[in-house]
């Protein structure tokens, strides 16, 4: 989500007088956003982690091999999910 983004939000939410560049105002809602936007992100990460190790610890007591493998993979999806939520979100800090 970029600056853009965000204005055009605040207005689609009505407010739309004074967000002009160097209003003061204006860094609130961007500031309120990014806050939204990671919290947002931690809990999806903190969804796709726990979906993840439930998995994983569901194939490792499963007998069948076959079973077993579609697990762990499944589970490596959602490891895979939750590692990119937390790259984009070190990105975003930066």
């Known amino acids: 989500m970029n600056q853009d983004d965000i204005i055009r939000m605040a207005r689609e939410a009505g407010f739309d007088k004074g967000l002009d560049r160097f209003?003061?105002?204006?860094?609130?809602?961007?500031?309120?956003?990014?806050?939204?936007?990671?919290?947002?992100?931690?809990?999806?990460?903190?969804l796709c982690h726990d979906k993840a190790w439930e998995l994983k610890e569901r194939a490792m007591k499963e007998k069948m091999k076959t079973q077993r493998a579609r697990l762990s993979n499944e589970a490596i999806g959602w490891h895979d999910a939750f590692t990119t939520i937390r790259a984009r979100e070190n990105n975003e800090k930066r």
Not at 26 to 42: G, M, N, T
């Open 23 to 46: 209003c003061p105002f204006r860094q609130l809602i961007e500031r309120f956003a990014a806050i939204v936007a990671a919290a947002e992100r931690e809990q999806c990460a903190k």
